[in-house]
């Protein structure tokens, strides 16, 4: 079995930082997919970011481009999303995610195993 556990989360000012960490416990994760989601209430969970460990393969959503960036650090089984220049509308509970394969996919439903989720608000 698979646990994740999301930390970094916090309140920040438009503009400010934030870094996320995923720690993945359970299996090895060489062969795993890990991504980033995000939800505020009353939508439904958004694709974030997403890599490989196998090829390093990522993908973005287009309203984070150039501004977050998704790494891993295999040895400690953690993942991060290092998020800059941030919006209000970045608002929202972060979650981490997991599945087996190599393609990168892009939608909540591909995606096996998650975290509890950690909150992150950006003041304007």
């Known amino acids: 079995q698979v646990q994740l556990v999301e930390s970094g989360g916090g309140l920040v000012q438009a503009g400010g930082s934030l870094s996320l960490s995923c720690a993945a416990s359970?299996?090895?994760?060489?062969?795993?997919?890990m991504g980033w989601f995000r939800q505020v209430p009353g939508k439904e969970r958004e694709f974030v970011a997403a890599?490989?460990?196998?090829?390093?393969?990522?993908s973005y959503a287009d309203s984070v481009k150039g501004r977050f960036t998704i790494s891993g650090d295999i040895a400690k089984n953690t993942v991060y999303l290092q998020m800059n220049n941030l919006k209000p509308e970045d608002t929202a509970v972060y979650y981490c995610?997991?599945?087996?394969?190599?393609?990168?996919?892009?939608?909540?439903?591909?995606?096996?195993?998650w975290g509890q989720g950690t909150q992150v608000t950006v003041s304007s």
């Open positions: 359970g299996r090895t994760f060489s062969w795993h997919v």
């Open positions: 890599m490989n460990w196998s090829g390093g393969s990522t």
């Open positions: 995610a997991c599945r087996t394969g190599i393609v990168v996919p892009t939608t909540p439903a591909q995606y096996t195993h």
